[in-house]
């Protein structure tokens, strides 16, 4: 299942408000190669990964990544983005980055749930 939203997105490098595909067949967030020139630096994945498509034997090879801010219903959050060449999105959201922060799809009514209480880092006294 599905759903569609523009979001910002905000890297090293600057800002940008993309349509994100909240896509739970996806395990890996995902963005499209060309839009990382403008918001941030890449790190060199320790080795490349294979992902499957939906075409038999057909894989794309990723070899890069970045971590990227991104909100969602005025809520802040962050996660490791795989950079893939020609990808058909401009970025997936996969079930990675939606089980860290919770995030819950409401089919019915096409829209994305977060809850705040889940980004909120709590400090503890260590004494």
């Not at 967030?29 to 038999?56: H, N, Q, V, W």
């Not at 801010?69 to 959201?93: C, G, H, T, W, Y």
């Amino acid at each position: 299942m599905i759903i569609k939203l523009p979001i910002p997105f905000k890297g090293s490098k600057g800002e940008e408000k993309l349509y994100a595909l909240f896509d739970t067949g996806s395990t890996y967030s995902c963005i499209r190669e060309d839009l990382c020139k403008k918001l941030g630096i890449t790190d060199s994945l320790p080795e490349p990964m294979y992902f499957g498509t939906a075409s038999e034997n057909q894989y794309l090879k990723v070899e890069n990544g970045m971590r990227l801010n991104f909100e969602i219903n005025d809520v802040n959050l962050s996660d490791e983005f795989m950079v893939v060449p020609r990808l058909s999105e401009e970025a997936i959201i996969g079930v990675t980055t939606m089980q860290k922060w919770r995030i819950k799809l409401d089919f019915e009514h096409d829209t994305v749930i977060v809850d705040p209480k889940v980004a909120k880092l709590i400090l503890k006294d260590l004494k």
